[in-house]
């Protein structure tokens, strides 16, 4: 699966954000293409999208679709020198799509923060070179050995060395490879090294209950995040964990009193979705309306192979409705009668919210 890996210092709210995001909703069973792990949750995203298609199908069930977050626990100064259990952690980043990065942004006089100072900025720049050394070492191993081939004359280990040492210069000076402006060709040849630094990145900041506004400390993180061009979720990790564990009937009470309309996990979820390059799709039967999750930029074929691989095999076509145009003209007769029922094929690319229906062979 496509997945997010949960990462920061030691005591800023992770596990606590982590349980949350577990006990989110729909137990991890309902997915049983994933395999779960205890330190994998698959948290399903929501998506309002869903309520409105059913009302107008009346499926017998509603079926969101998910995003898998993981718990990498113990990135601590020095991991990339062995420090902790170090590179064990990394090898978990290593595994990621994307990175959710949970900074502390609150005081609290109980809990004890890993550098005696609550300072985001300070915890941010002690991850980032961790991860910059980490990648600066698979960088240099792999300088080292297209140097070795490109004495032969390999032409395609000297465009890989010019590559590399563009990096290098950057991850020298602590900066993450994601900063490098790179083509798609130079994408391409990285792949290999699982650089941690080239994964996309998104800030959690934790607050207190009363840390939304006036803080000091989500300031400094927003502005910062405004400069590297990554998104801020403010939340607040315990209340989420008390929210998760209140039953339906006693939530939208516990919202008003603090009040939000939903709770700040949504936020997370679907800003992880969006950093993962992710779109989603929906199938709108009478036995159930579902959600769909495919790479942003997949084609239709690729689009259904997400339900069966038989799908894709033995595609013919797509019916596809726009999301807007199945809402307006209240499902597919409607909107086939309207004229805004389109049959595309191999080459479409499926856009955000399409109403789909594959035709294909067996
Ligand atoms: P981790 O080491 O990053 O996984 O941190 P934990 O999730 O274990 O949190 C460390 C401590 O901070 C625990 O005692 C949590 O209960 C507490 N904590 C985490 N988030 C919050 C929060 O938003 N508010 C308050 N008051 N405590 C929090």
């Given at each position: 699966?496509?997945?997010?890996?949960?990462?920061?210092?030691?005591?800023?709210?992770?596990?606590?954000?982590?349980?949350?995001?577990?006990k989110?909703?729909?137990?991890?069973?309902?997915?049983?293409f994933?395999?779960?792990?205890p330190?994998?949750?698959?948290?399903?995203?929501?998506?309002?999208?869903?309520?409105?298609?059913?009302?107008?199908?009346?499926?017998?069930?509603?079926?969101?679709?998910?995003?898998?977050?993981?718990?990498?626990?113990?990135?601590?100064?020095?991991?990339?020198s062995?420090?902790?259990?170090?590179?064990?952690?990394?090898?978990?980043?290593?595994?990621?799509?994307?990175?959710?990065?949970?900074?502390?942004c609150?005081?609290?006089?109980?809990?004890?923060?890993?550098?005696?100072?609550?300072?985001?900025?300070a915890?941010?720049?002690?991850?980032?070179?961790?991860?910059?050394?980490a990648?600066?070492?698979?960088v240099?191993?792999?300088?080292?050995?297209?140097?070795?081939?490109?004495?032969?004359?390999?032409?395609?280990?000297?465009?890989?060395?010019?590559?590399?040492q563009?990096?290098?210069?950057?991850?020298?000076?602590?900066?993450?490879?994601?900063?490098?402006?790179?083509?798609?060709?130079?994408r391409?040849?990285?792949?290999?090294?699982?650089?941690?630094?080239?994964?996309?990145v998104?800030?959690?900041?934790?607050?207190?209950?009363?840390g939304?506004?006036?803080?000091?400390?989500?300031?400094?993180?927003?502005?910062?995040a405004?400069?590297?061009?990554?998104?801020?979720?403010?939340?607040?990790?315990?209340?989420?964990?008390?929210?998760?564990?209140?039953?339906?009937?006693?939530?939208?009470?516990?919202?008003?009193?603090?009040?939000?309309?939903e709770?700040?996990?949504?936020r997370?979820?679907?800003?992880?979705?969006?950093?993962?390059?992710?779109?989603?799709?929906?199938t709108?039967?009478?036995k159930?309306?579902?959600?769909?999750?495919?790479?942003a930029?997949?084609t239709?074929p690729?689009?259904a192979?997400?339900?069966?691989?038989?799908?894709?095999?033995?595609?013919?076509?797509?019916?596809?409705?726009?999301?807007?145009?199945?809402?307006?003209?209240?499902?597919?007769?409607?909107?086939?009668?309207?004229?805004?029922?389109?049959?595309e094929?191999?080459?479409?690319?499926?856009?955000?919210?399409?109403?789909?229906?594959?035709?294909?062979?067996?």
């Open positions: 699966g496509i997945k997010c890996g949960i990462v920061g210092l030691p005591n800023v709210g992770k596990s606590t954000l982590f349980n949350a995001l577990t989110a909703g729909i137990a991890a069973a309902n997915f049983p994933c395999t779960i792990e330190n994998v949750g698959v948290v399903p995203v929501p998506d309002p999208r869903l309520n409105a298609l059913a009302e107008i199908v009346k499926p017998q069930k509603v079926l969101p679709t998910a995003v898998e977050f993981v718990d990498i626990a113990g990135l601590v100064a020095g991991a990339a062995g420090e902790g259990l170090g590179n064990k952690f990394l090898a978990h980043i290593r595994e990621v799509d994307a990175i959710t990065h949970v900074v502390r609150f005081e609290h006089g109980d809990i004890v923060h890993v550098s005696g100072k609550v300072d985001p900025i915890d941010i720049e002690t991850i980032d070179t961790e991860l910059a050394l990648d600066l070492e698979s240099d191993k792999s300088i080292a050995r297209y140097e070795r081939v490109a004495k032969s004359g390999d032409k395609d280990a000297k465009a890989r060395i010019e590559v590399l563009k990096l290098r210069a950057a991850l020298d000076e602590g900066r993450a490879a994601r900063t490098v402006e790179l083509d798609e060709d130079e391409g040849l990285l792949r290999e090294l699982f650089l941690l630094t080239l994964k996309p998104m800030y959690v900041a934790n607050v207190l209950e009363d939304f506004e006036d803080n000091p400390h989500l300031d400094a993180v927003r502005a910062r405004a400069r590297e061009g990554a998104e801020v979720v403010p939340v607040s990790a315990a209340i989420e964990e008390e929210f998760s564990q209140l039953d339906d009937a006693d939530r939208d009470e516990f919202l008003a009193s603090i009040g939000l309309e709770p700040g996990l949504n997370v979820i679907r800003a992880a979705y969006k950093l993962l390059g992710l779109q989603t799709y929906f709108a039967g009478v159930e309306v579902r959600a769909w999750t495919v790479k930029g997949s239709a690729q689009a192979a997400v339900i069966h691989t038989d799908f894709e095999k033995g595609f013919i076509r797509a019916e596809t409705i726009g999301y807007d145009d199945f809402i307006k003209y209240r499902g597919e007769a409607g909107a086939r009668d309207a004229g805004r029922l389109r049959l094929g191999k080459e479409y690319r499926v856009q955000e919210g399409d109403v789909l229906h594959f035709r294909f062979n067996v």
